[in-house]
């Protein structure tokens, strides 16, 4: 089975360009959630959606970020303009929510997104 | 608010031994859970165990098993007969039940020696 799919892997851009993350979530999942890796600020949750609909996106650091999710296989994360410090590992993870229990998020491989 | 601390940064063992990593965790939240996650070298984030606070018996999946301290809300992993390809970061994390939010510690970087 395929699991969390993200594109690209790595990402190189000057600063000031738009970037874009792609990511793919387990089929038949209904969440999924972004986090960023920095090695000052460790594993944060920017946004998460439920049902393609977002539900909490107060770690989006600023109006430079923003996700979509169109439909249930799909979801973007757009950063523009891309500053240096938005350098870091984006991770895109999915899981399958019922209520009252807490089901396990599987993560993707992460883009590795350095921006000059 | 919850948080998640983990004040070992890195740990060295050699093959075969027993190593523990520890997590303390802060909530005011009476039913949560609580995680511990492997990140290797390559990258990929992979649940290691998983505790539901309201159970009082420590979980345990092969070589892994946890010491879950509720009231010293202490979360610690153990790791028996350790291997090499369980090199890798490790994360504590935790979420309240009816969240979904996972917020993780700093992770401790764990290598196993040959």
């Known amino acids: 089975d395929a699991g969390v799919i993200q594109s690209p892997r790595h990402e190189v851009t000057e600063m000031g360009q738009e970037v874009t993350l792609r990511c793919k979530p387990i089929?038949?999942?209904?969440?999924l959630f972004w986090y960023r890796q920095t090695m000052m600020r460790g594993l944060e949750l920017l946004i998460y959606?439920?049902?393609?609909?977002?539900?909490?996106d107060s770690g989006m650091p600023e109006d430079r970020f923003s996700a979509k999710m169109p439909n249930a296989s799909f979801s973007t994360l757009k950063i523009q303009p891309s500053e240096p410090r938005d350098s870091a590992v984006y991770f895109c993870?999915?899981?399958?929510?019922?209520?009252?229990?807490?089901?396990?998020?599987?993560f993707g491989p992460g883009t590795r997104l350095t921006v000059l | 608010a919850q948080t998640v601390t983990q004040s070992q940064p890195e740990m060295s063992v050699q093959e075969a031994e027993t190593v523990t990593l520890s997590c303390t965790y802060d909530?005011?939240?009476?039913?949560?859970?609580l995680f511990w996650y492997k990140q290797p070298p390559s990258r990929q984030m992979i649940l290691v165990i998983r505790?539901?606070?309201?159970?009082?018996q420590n979980a345990t999946e092969n070589r892994f098993s946890v010491n879950f301290q509720k009231a010293a809300k202490s979360f610690s992993l153990k790791i028996s007969d350790s291997q090499l390809g369980d090199t890798a970061m490790y994360f504590c994390?935790?979420?309240?039940?009816?969240?979904?939010?996972?917020?993780f510690g700093q992770g401790t970087r764990l290598t196993i020696n040959p």
């Open positions: 089929s038949g999942h209904n969440s």
């Open positions: 959606f439920n049902n393609n609909v977002p539900i909490d």
């Open positions: 993870a999915s899981s399958l929510r019922r209520l009252a229990a807490f089901l396990e998020q599987f």
């Open positions: 909530t005011s939240e009476n039913n949560y859970y």
């Open positions: 994390a935790s979420s309240i039940q009816g969240a979904q939010k996972l917020v």
């Open positions: 505790q539901e606070a309201y159970k009082q």
